[in-house]
């Protein structure tokens, strides 16, 4: 019997990757080949330190830890398999950076060529680095992710050759919602808070409609409040207006215009929850708490959540998660610009035991 080369040996990985894993739920069939990187299975992790300062028991939900470093896999792993069914060759997007990093990596596994646009100057080092080693094109733009995002509808519109894998395609919206039902999994319950960054608005779309899926379908027993949280600087939906020039240190989340913006503020209404925004000052404080004293390291964007829950007042008891929706290193800028960079000691025994003073 020939060996199917595109198929593991082995039939006992123990992880098949979102789209296996939770199949029943999503969009699939035998028709379908399903483009897998084993996304997913992220780490819930419990934050002792955030849980004594809020009376709670908190949780984060470590998306830094799928395969391009980011919580975007989840939405790719989708958009790509459907993409690869319907026979599309070329796949675009538009980009703060880790969509463009996960598109590039997922359409690299499918063989697929791969455009990305970004704002020139505003996209994290290590997304800029992912994209092009994964060997996606890369058009920086003179402009800014919304103008970007503007561009890419239109291509979509225009030709039936390129397929769109931004959240408004709607796949990446259903690969997303596994978050929600690990998150339940995982705890065994829904929390009472799920706090969440809020960029282009796809990715709280997606919980809330994974938590309510979970709920209809009679595997929880409830649905929690969503706190999505905007940089101040670029907090379209908590002013009520687009915001022409974003600015944000979070750029993941320099954001104006987000697609998802309705849902977002569905997703608030119906479940009782809030959208609001945080100073660049709060996120970076809690970028730091979280690593000095949670051991996570997330990048900015991420950290907006948390930043989000120390700002808000929640009733004590309360279980809460947090999506740390990227890795830290994605951004070593802001991690160098957050430290002292030591100087350089003498290479001796002795020049070392005097700078740890033993
Ligand atoms: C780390 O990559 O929009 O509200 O083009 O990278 O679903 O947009 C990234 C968004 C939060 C916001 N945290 O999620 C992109 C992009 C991180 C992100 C968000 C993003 P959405």
Aim: one cysteine or more; glycine letters at 10%.
């Amino acid at each position: 019997m020939a060996q199917d080369l595109n198929r593991p040996a082995s039939d006992r990985l123990t992880w098949r990757g979102v789209v296996e894993e939770y199949r029943s739920f999503l969009p699939v069939d035998e028709k379908t080949p399903v483009v897998t990187l084993g996304e997913g299975r992220t780490p819930l992790i419990y934050a002792s330190e955030l849980s004594k300062e809020k009376s709670c028991q908190v949780y984060l939900k470590y998306e830094g830890a799928n395969p391009t470093g980011s919580f975007k896999d989840r939405g790719m792993t989708m958009a790509i398999s459907k993409a690869a069914e319907s026979g599309s060759q070329t796949v675009v997007c538009a980009s703060t950076g880790n969509t463009s990093a996960s598109a590039a990596a997922y359409a690299a596994k499918a063989g697929m060529t791969c455009a990305v646009l970004i704002p020139e100057g505003y996209i994290a080092l290590g997304k800029l680095a992912q994209a092009l080693v994964y060997g996606a094109k890369v058009m920086q733009i003179r402009g800014n992710f919304d103008q970007a995002l503007q561009i890419v509808r239109e291509l979509g519109e225009n030709s039936d050759k390129v397929t769109v894998v931004n959240s408004i395609n709607p796949y990446r919206i259903e690969g997303q919602k596994t978050g929600a039902f690990e998150i339940v999994d995982g705890l065994g319950r829904v929390p009472d808070f799920h706090f969440i960054p809020v960029g282009n608005a796809g990715n709280i779309t997606a919980y809330w409609k994974g938590y309510k899926e979970y709920f209809n379908a009679g595997i929880s027993s409830g649905l929690p409040k969503m706190m999505g949280f905007q940089a101040a600087g670029s907090a379209p939906i908590v002013l009520g207006h687009v915001v022409e020039n974003p600015d944000t240190v979070a750029t993941a989340i320099r954001i104006g215009n987000p697609a998802s913006w309705d849902n977002a503020v569905a997703a608030k209404n119906e479940s009782g929850g809030l959208i609001d925004s945080v100073e660049d000052s709060e996120i970076l404080a809690a970028y730091r708490f979280l690593a000095s004293r949670e051991s996570v390291f997330c990048e900015p964007a991420s950290a907006a959540s948390v930043a989000g829950l120390l700002r808000t007042d929640i009733p004590k008891g309360s279980t809460v998660v947090c999506v740390l929706t990227g890795h830290g290193l994605k951004d070593p800028d802001v991690a160098i610009s957050q430290i002292t960079v030591p100087d350089a000691v003498d290479a001796t025994y002795e020049a070392i035991s005097k700078e740890l003073g033993v």
